[in-house]
């Protein structure tokens, strides 16, 4: 089993940044991709960003170009970098792993709250 703890999250004002953390631990060594995901009340959650073992990235269009998915070299850690944050993106942000693509969502976290808000 894989265990996930998000960290990072936090009241944050439009325009400004965040950076959440991921931090893996147990049977880390089957863990081929790791992503994150987002859930605003009353939505459904949503694919944010993923990176697999070997580095290629893929981010949401609604983040793209301000969103940045990136991870260690343990490959034990992702991390989620936040810029020119909107009210739209507030939601419970959650790290996922799994084992193989397109298993994304084996392994998830607790979830971290982030709120952009004036």
């Known amino acids: 089993q894989v265990q996930l703890v998000e960290s990072g999250g936090g009241l944050v004002q439009p325009g400004g940044s965040l950076r959440l953390s991921c931090e893996a631990s147990?049977?880390?060594?089957?863990?081929?991709?790791m992503a994150w995901h987002r859930q605003a009340p009353g939505n459904q959650r949503e694919l944010v960003a993923s990176?697999?073992?070997?580095?290629?990235?893929d981010h949401a269009g609604s983040v793209k170009g301000r969103f940045t998915i990136s991870k260690n070299g343990a490959n034990n850690k992702v991390y989620l970098q936040m810029n020119n944050l909107r009210p739209e993106d507030t939601a419970v942000y959650y790290c996922?792993?799994?084992?193989?693509?397109?298993?994304?969502?084996?392994?998830w976290g607790q979830g971290t709250q982030v709120t952009v808000s004036s």
């Open positions: 996922s792993a799994g084992p193989s693509m397109p298993n994304i969502g084996r392994y």
């Open positions: 147990g049977t880390i060594y089957n863990v081929y991709v």
């Open positions: 990176i697999q073992r070997g580095g290629s990235t």
